[in-house]
């Protein structure tokens, strides 16, 4: 894949960050790629980001570190439906992190860390029939005095907010959140496909975890899926673990969205990726299977797949580029479009106006991150037979 984010090459120069010295790295036909950014996380290392209090700042740092192990530039730590106190608790501490952060990102000495790019609330404002794991005491209704309440003093560091449409017939929050620069992706919704056009036409540009929380797509009713597949511009999540999409429906989808972004298949700067990959991962990310805490419920993880007590799917602990991997695995895609899924469309999806603002330099999120920033910040993917993977160039 010839474009800026995703290379197969035989070589290229590496920066080993010492003034003066350069390496040359034969890469022997691999693909190289910018790192992963994950827009739906909600927690890693045993610590759910809702739960987030100043004393957790350390550990924070240390998730940070893991996610950049684990191939990450960046990430969204996601805030699922709880109190507005918790929620507001949990902002003022990433807000405290990410200042405290930027200084310490301009010491040379300083751990390459996954950077937090905002923060992705998922909820409260959801539909109680399509909840899922959210617990129905504290899901609000969507109106735009609920959302200030919600946002409180920290609405400029969040970056996306998923809700359901159907829960605001007048149709005056989307517009209100999108005068604050926060993205609406569309969620835990019973929204009809005309529910969800109008709320694409207000402003709505992304869905969250597709197929997952949602009715399916009936060839009488489209639903909220069947509208986004077809409705320019929208791009939609998507959990590849193997457990929240049979990777049948993986398949159709992007099937479905392929024809939006080949429309230029010569010029990847000009492409639209209209899926992205998610992990979804919760707080037992990095850790072993077991029981643990959640909220005020228990989660059983097996597999890296997290179950409430009920058997009620609540999530995964499968890392965002184990998706890339079974993509691949699978036979859906080709390892050029499944890395892109996971490193490309995500920062797209973060700028829905990016295919708008071809001489804004500044479009891209994570553009200040790499320019002049040393090469061996990349992945580098190697494929035998069905099997892909990856590693950093950085080493420490």
Same mark, same amino acid.
């Given at each position: 894949m010839d474009g800026p984010d995703t290379k197969q090459a035989n070589s290229m120069d590496v920066s080993t960050g010492l003034a003066g010295a350069f390496t040359l790295l034969d890469v022997a036909g691999d693909w190289l790629s910018i790192g992963g950014v994950d827009l739906q996380i909600n927690g890693a290392l045993g610590l759910a980001f809702p739960d987030l209090e100043l004393h957790h700042l350390p550990v924070l740092q240390d998730i940070c570190q893991f996610l950049f192990r684990q191939g990450i530039d960046?990430?969204?730590?996601?805030?699922v439906t709880t109190s507005v106190e918790k929620i507001q608790r949990s902002l003022a501490t990433i807000a405290a992190f990410v200042q405290s952060h930027e200084v310490k990102r301009q010491e040379t000495t300083a751990p390459p860390l996954a950077q937090i790019l905002g923060v992705h609330l998922e909820g409260p404002c959801l539909n109680p029939e399509k909840r899922g794991a959210h617990p129905t005491e504290y899901l609000l209704p969507l109106t735009i005095d609920r959302m200030k309440? =919600?946002?409180?003093? !920290?609405?400029?560091? =969040?970056?996306? &907010?998923?809700?359901?449409?159907?829960?605001? %017939?007048?149709?005056? =929050? /989307?517009? !209100?959140?999108?005068? *604050?620069? $926060? /993205? =609406?992706?569309?969620?835990?919704?019973?929204?009809?496909?005309?529910?969800?056009?109008?709320?694409? *036409? #207000?402003g709505a540009s992304m869905v969250t975890h597709a197929f997952n929380a949602m009715p399916g797509i009936h060839h009488r009713d489209p639903g909220l899926l069947g509208a986004a597949i077809v409705h320019p511009g929208i791009c939609c999540g998507l959990i590849a673990d193997g457990q929240h999409v049979c990777p049948t429906a993986i398949d159709i989808l992007l099937r479905a969205s392929q024809g939006k972004f080949s429309q230029h298949p010569n010029n990847s700067s000009d492409r639209q990726w209209n899926v992205f990959l998610v992990s979804d991962a919760l707080a037992p990310l990095g850790l072993s299977d077991g029981t643990? %805490?959640?909220?005020? *419920?228990? /989660?059983? &993880?097996?597999?890296?797949?997290? *179950? #409430? %007590?009920?058997?009620? #799917?609540?999530?995964?602990t499968v890392p965002l580029l184990a998706g890339v991997q079974n993509l691949v695995r699978w036979g859906i895609c080709q390892p050029e479009t499944a890395i892109a899924l996971a490193t490309e469309a995500p920062r797209i999806a973060l700028n829905p106006n990016q295919h708008t603002e071809k001489n804004n330099t500044n479009s891209n999120p994570m553009e200040q991150?790499? $320019?002049g920033q040393p090469a061996n910040h990349l992945l580098r993917w190697h494929q035998q037979e069905d099997i892909l993977t990856w590693q950093r160039l950085y080493r420490e």
């Amino acid at each position: 894949m010839d474009g800026p984010d995703t290379k197969q090459a035989n070589s290229m120069d590496v920066s080993t960050g010492l003034a003066g010295a350069f390496t040359l790295l034969d890469v022997a036909g691999d693909w190289l790629s910018i790192g992963g950014v994950d827009l739906q996380i909600n927690g890693a290392l045993g610590l759910a980001f809702p739960d987030l209090e100043l004393h957790h700042l350390p550990v924070l740092q240390d998730i940070c570190q893991f996610l950049f192990r684990q191939g990450i530039d960046g990430f969204l730590p996601t805030l699922v439906t709880t109190s507005v106190e918790k929620i507001q608790r949990s902002l003022a501490t990433i807000a405290a992190f990410v200042q405290s952060h930027e200084v310490k990102r301009q010491e040379t000495t300083a751990p390459p860390l996954a950077q937090i790019l905002g923060v992705h609330l998922e909820g409260p404002c959801l539909n109680p029939e399509k909840r899922g794991a959210h617990p129905t005491e504290y899901l609000l209704p969507l109106t735009i005095d609920r959302m200030k309440a =919600v946002l409180g003093e !920290y609405g400029d560091i =969040v970056k996306l &907010v998923t809700l359901a449409p159907e829960l605001d %017939p007048a149709g005056t =929050v /989307i517009p !209100y959140l999108r005068s *604050r620069n $926060i /993205i =609406v992706s569309l969620g835990h919704s019973q929204a009809t496909a005309a529910q969800s056009q109008h709320a694409f *036409r #207000l402003g709505a540009s992304m869905v969250t975890h597709a197929f997952n929380a949602m009715p399916g797509i009936h060839h009488r009713d489209p639903g909220l899926l069947g509208a986004a597949i077809v409705h320019p511009g929208i791009c939609c999540g998507l959990i590849a673990d193997g457990q929240h999409v049979c990777p049948t429906a993986i398949d159709i989808l992007l099937r479905a969205s392929q024809g939006k972004f080949s429309q230029h298949p010569n010029n990847s700067s000009d492409r639209q990726w209209n899926v992205f990959l998610v992990s979804d991962a919760l707080a037992p990310l990095g850790l072993s299977d077991g029981t643990y %805490p959640w909220d005020r *419920r228990q /989660i059983e &993880v097996k597999h890296g797949t997290a *179950r #409430l %007590p009920d058997g009620t #799917l609540a999530g995964t602990t499968v890392p965002l580029l184990a998706g890339v991997q079974n993509l691949v695995r699978w036979g859906i895609c080709q390892p050029e479009t499944a890395i892109a899924l996971a490193t490309e469309a995500p920062r797209i999806a973060l700028n829905p106006n990016q295919h708008t603002e071809k001489n804004n330099t500044n479009s891209n999120p994570m553009e200040q991150f790499y $320019i002049g920033q040393p090469a061996n910040h990349l992945l580098r993917w190697h494929q035998q037979e069905d099997i892909l993977t990856w590693q950093r160039l950085y080493r420490e």
